[in-house]
């Protein structure tokens, strides 16, 4: 059960506040006997909110939560096919702090900052001290965005587009709301989900404020990630007339099994969001370990078709390299 000395802070003292070693993790859980299997990377180091820890169990080595955060000395194993940028994002960044990968929609990262460190990240290796938008860039990317009239949405993303203040993510919003192209602003945030205080009431009166359509994909793996305090904060996002999505990475080990899924698209729609993407791991080098092989999610996939009402069903997809769409993996392969 979370601690309420830790969640009646402001997210942001929270933030400052996440723990950063790897020691005090596993003495705050009991799991001093795993230090045998840990390792300290100098990068992508341990990073993991407080209130995100006091979801996991005290005592199990197995907790779905801490799989996610903790460094593991399987990262250090070099894997063919596994590499530091498996979306070749670094060929679709036209300007500074700006991707174009899909025809309609450009990508922002605002911050490299995350407020927790997931060890299987797409982009844990991306170079964001070249990719951060500048005073400058922000002219430029307002050009190019009218120069591509077929652009009509704007991701927010990062690292953690809700990482930063609200003075700054309220004076991108207003950027963009003064381009008449754009209709909708999408953020995709794991902030609501490991700091739900980050959902304050001056954030989502100004989401409510905003002349587009505010699209907001939250990214969370397993049911424990959601109590009730997340799922309270979730659901007055919902009835500030945003619309939530989630994300989900298929994890080996973690949330492969029919069981767990069934368990976290329930409760993501207690709590007022609709399952959107079921990803299967992106090939980013010291990651391989969480890879579940295709045939497998296939099968799951099915299952899940079986016993879920299709709009609890989330699509399982593949991103790839230099395609302009997500890849639906081809379940009737299995069938």
């Not at 939560?65 to 460094?71: A, D, R, S």
């Not at 996002?237 to 492969?256: C, F, P, S, Y």
């Not at 299967?280 to 899940?304: C, I, M, N």
Request: proline share 6%; charged share 20%; with cysteine.
């Amino acid at each position: 059960m979370i601690n309420h000395l830790i969640t009646q802070k402001n997210w942001q003292t929270q933030l400052s506040e996440a723990i950063t070693s790897v020691d005090e993790l596993l003495e705050l859980l009991e799991l001093q006997s795993l230090e045998p299997q840990v390792y300290l990377p100098t990068h992508f180091v341990l990073r993991v909110p407080r209130a995100f820890v006091a979801k996991m169990t005290v005592g199990d080595a197995s907790d779905p939560l801490l799989k996610q955060v903790l460094p593991d000395k399987q990262e250090q194993i070099k894997v063919t096919g596994y590499v530091t940028d498996p979306l070749a994002e670094n060929a679709h960044n036209p300007i500074k702090g700006m991707l174009h990968k899909y025809e309609s929609r450009v990508l922002l990262t605002l911050t490299g900052a995350c407020a927790i460190h997931c060890r299987y990240c797409f982009r844990q290796h991306f170079d964001y001290s070249a990719n951060m938008p500048t005073a400058t860039a922000q002219a430029d990317i307002i050009n190019y965005i009218i120069a591509h009239p077929e652009v009509n949405e704007v991701i927010l993303s990062g690292g953690d587009p809700l990482n930063v203040t609200n003075r700054r993510l309220f004076a991108w919003l207003d950027i963009l709301e003064a381009i008449p192209q754009i209709t909708t602003i999408r953020l995709h945030t794991r902030l609501p989900i490991v700091i739900p205080a980050r959902l304050d009431n001056e954030l989502l009166e100004r989401l409510a404020q905003s002349r587009c359509q505010i699209v907001m994909v939250i990214h969370c793996n397993h049911a424990n990630e959601i109590d009730a305090l997340t799922a309270a904060a979730l659901q007055r996002a919902r009835m500030a007339g945003i619309t939530l999505l989630n994300q989900t990475v298929l994890l080996a080990g973690i949330n492969d099994s029919v069981a767990v899924q069934v368990a976290l698209s329930q409760r993501l729609f207690n709590a007022g969001v609709l399952p959107y993407y079921l990803h299967v791991l992106d090939k980013v080098a010291g990651a391989a370990h969480f890879d579940s092989d295709e045939r497998s999610a296939q099968a799951l996939y099915w299952k899940l078709l079986a016993v879920l009402p299709g709009y609890l069903v989330p699509k399982l997809v593949r991103e790839l390299p230099n395609r302009p769409f997500k890849v639906p993996i081809d379940i009737y392969n299995h069938a």
